[in-house]
């Protein structure tokens, strides 16, 4: 309770911020896009980590307020970053299965999209398996009316959780992540590359986008790419960075 509120008056003192981390196209080395993250700096200048403060962000509920601005934020980013001349630019947002069953979640997106005028169709929403479990057809039914606004949808950690793959085949979404922990292993051995390539693979089999999280050095890069996928991101391109950073970085890689 004492965090919740220490939670809630972060956000009145908007000491949470989003970080913004590049995505890469493993062909050209170029950006095509970044992922927004969330970072709460307390007063004291200490950071605590997301994996602290979401869960107790979604069980108050507070998740709502701050998954929206979290939004807004990206949204007006893309924006900046289309008038600094960086048009093909996607921006990626994750999305908190709190938010997303929100019955209001889809009067948000458009709420966000009408005000900060961000193109629809450069904005993803990532989205993790275990949001599939409780009732398939309602997310069915929800992902078809985000994808009509043009918005697009990433299935983020993809392989760690249990949604079967005859159930991913009916979600039509747009981009898969290969999780890090599979992105670790594709150096150890042959068969610590198998799940990459298998992921790798389905994604094109199923004509969707796939991308790489965590590559942290050369060996990586090059395997994913030798395995045909197609986007990365990770500490070797570039680390989470504010938005004054991510547009110094812009102008010198993008
Ligand atoms: O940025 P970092 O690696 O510390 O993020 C840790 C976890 O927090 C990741 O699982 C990431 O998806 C999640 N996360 C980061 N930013 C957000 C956000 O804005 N909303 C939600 N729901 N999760 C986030
Ligand atoms: O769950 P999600 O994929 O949204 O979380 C992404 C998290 O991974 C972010 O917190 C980000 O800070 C972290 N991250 C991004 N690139 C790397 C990397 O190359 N190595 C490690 N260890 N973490 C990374
Ligand atoms: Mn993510
Ligand atoms: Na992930």
Partial sequence: VRTMHALRSALEDRELFVVYQPQIDLTTRRP???????????????FIPPDRFIPIAEYSGL?????EQVMRDACLELVQLNALGFRDFTISINVSQVQFRHPRF???LHKVLAETGAPAGRVELEITESIAMEDPDALIRLLEQIKQTGVSIAIDDFGTGFSSLSYLQRLHADRLKIDRAFVTE????QRGSSIAEMVIQLGRNLGMSVIA????DERQASILS???????QGYLFARPMTVDQLRTWMNNNG
């Fill in 186 to 189: 594709i150096t150890h051995s």
């Fill in 226 to 232: 030798a395995l045909g996928c197609p986007l990365a």
């Fill in 32 to 46: 095509v896009g970044a992922e927004a993250l969330l970072r709460w700096r307390t007063k004291d200048g200490s």
């Fill in 63 to 67: 998740i709502i307020e701050i998954g």
């Fill in 106 to 108: 889809l009067d948000t």
């Fill in 213 to 216: 999280e965590g590559v942290e």
